[in-house]
């Protein structure tokens, strides 16, 4: 068989297992691995990692928020930062806004992604009205059409979903091969914290951390879990940010139940410390769930080590630090009225390599499973995307692991004024990026023009392996019959 490419002499490896030699690409795929592989044109890899593209599925790209503020980064600048951080697939959100439909949400993210992003990308949905026909006609639409995952809210008053509409969408994406994804944060709690910090003249940055306190998180989790575990359905819990929410999510993978967690760069590598920088800097910082302290840093890279937590994605929700984001209510925004969001689409991979790899703390194929494997498999693209192996896609992102770098916001390529990582130093970047067949990144040039992606219709969540135990009232043999499944 004749290639179009080989990459050559290079150490490839996979979510099991890393071996040296040589990757040959035709028609998009990866039509054979071994040695002494040849073809028209090679690359050579000697010394570096041929590893899987990265998969990237928590990002903000276009996005308006609740508030109306949009993201800086659209899918052409969004998508160009990713793959310069190593990304050849992004699944960012499609935002239902309340009275709006599903099907009119989607075709605004079709028509705002098509045309511009450079590498394959899908959406997750954001349901934040579940009328009836959004559950039952709307969602499934989406889901035939290999969308199948969306978020939902149990906090924020403009997106909030009932206890009791939660349990219906668990319930219709469950029979449907969707997956749920969740923002675990307990609204009362934090409205009631925001309001007692406001009343008392506590309105800098650094209070947005002790507003959403970390048991309003573990709570949701809790709750979340209880939901979810009540109608046996599969939940995602993004942005974990506490021990205990991660350890909520371990115990009730170990009891069977089809629960799963991701957590954030910000988690792992910042603190609340960073809110309390002089003037209005500590908007900068503020996310939601907020950041927490060392002690946390140190949880993750252990959860994430276990397995407590599956996934590691950026949640790149890129506010400007002007008018237009993070200052729109003023120079000196209280904490309530700061966009939420941190931009770090281009960093999380090579942060995790460069703290986790080089310094020990996971291996290579922990960082190919955290960065790639386990989303591909989690959100329906495991079958085509995130292991390099025969009629995969050629999704591959090659590594220099001695290349080292301090982190400028100048030199990264969102549309962002600042980078919360300013001057961390950084050894081990991505040099060449490609997806399905085409280079996109190579000598630090992006090569691919804005649309050359493409909308990768996802499969169903693949529930096999999981045995969820029953709720007694559930079960036949104990509810004196009532069918309720
Ligand atoms: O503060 C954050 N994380 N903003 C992005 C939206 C979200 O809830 O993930
Ligand atoms: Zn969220
Ligand atoms: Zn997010």
Not at 37 to 59: F, M, R, S
Request: hydrophobic share 40%; net charge negative; proline share 6%.
């Amino acid at each position: 068989m004749s290639f179009d490419l080989v990459i050559k002499g290079g150490t490839i490896a996979s979510a099991c297992a890393t071996s040296k030699g040589d990757v040959a690409i035709k028609d998009g795929k990866i039509a054979a691995m071994g040695l002494g592989l040849e073809a028209p044109n090679t690359i050579d890899a000697t010394g570096k990692l041929v590893l899987p593209g990265g998969i990237e599925t928590h990002c903000h790209i276009a996005q308006e928020s609740a508030t109306g503020a949009m993201t800086a980064d659209d899918y052409h600048t969004g998508s160009v930062s990713a793959a310069f951080g190593g990304n050849t697939t992004i699944v960012p959100f499609a935002a239902q806004h309340r009275g709006q439909t599903i099907p009119d949400a989607l075709k605004i993210y079709d028509d705002r992604a098509a045309p511009n992003s450079v590498l394959d990308y899908s959406y997750h949905l954001i349901v934040t009205d579940p009328t009836d026909a959004a559950i039952n006609e709307d969602l499934p639409a989406a889901f035939q059409r290999g969308i199948t995952s969306f978020k939902v809210f149990m906090t924020y008053d403009k997106m909030i979903v009932s206890d009791e509409q939660f349990l219906d969408i668990l319930v219709m994406a469950r029979d449907n091969g969707g997956l749920t994804m969740v923002h675990a944060e307990n609204n009362a709690m934090i409205k009631w914290m925001v309001r007692r910090l406001i009343e008392r003249g506590y309105d800098a940055p650094k209070y947005h951390a002790v507003s959403h306190p970390a048991v309003s998180e573990v709570e949701a989790v809790q709750r979340g879990i209880a939901l979810a575990s009540f109608v046996e359905a599969p939940l995602l819990f993004v942005h974990i940010s506490t021990d205990a929410g991660a350890r909520a999510v371990a115990k009730a993978r170990m009891a069977g139940h089809m629960i799963f967690g991701e957590t954030c760069p910000q988690y792992m590598f910042l603190t609340a410390q960073d809110l309390d920088r002089p003037g209005a800097e500590g908007a900068k910082f503020c996310c939601s769930p907020p950041l927490r302290d060392r002690q946390t840093q140190t949880d993750m890279w252990r959860h994430l080590n276990a397995g407590s937590l599956q996934l590691y994605s950026s949640d790149h929700a890129p506010y400007r630090f002007d008018a237009t984001g993070k200052l729109s209510a003023g120079e000196n925004p209280p904490f309530n009225r700061i966009a939420n969001g941190l931009p770090g689409i281009e960093l999380r991979a090579p942060l995790l390599f460069s703290e986790g790899v080089q310094k020990g703390r996971i291996t290579l194929e922990q960082f190919v499973a955290l960065t790639a494997t386990n989303a591909a498999r989690l959100f329906g693209m495991g079958d085509r995307k995130g292991t390099i192996a025969v009629g995969y896609d050629a999704d591959i992102a090659i590594w220099d692991p001695a290349m080292r770098r301090q982190v400028t916001a100048a030199a990264l390529h969102d549309n962002m004024d600042y980078t919360p990582f300013e001057g961390w130093d950084i050894t081990g970047w991505p040099v060449t990026v490609i997806n399905q067949g085409r280079i996109i990144v190579d000598g630090g040039e992006m090569k691919a023009t804005a649309g050359s992606g493409s909308f990768i219709p996802r499969k169903p969540f693949d529930a096999t392996g999981f045995l969820p135990p029953r709720a007694p009232e559930m079960a036949d043999t104990t509810n004196f019959g009532a069918k309720l499944f």
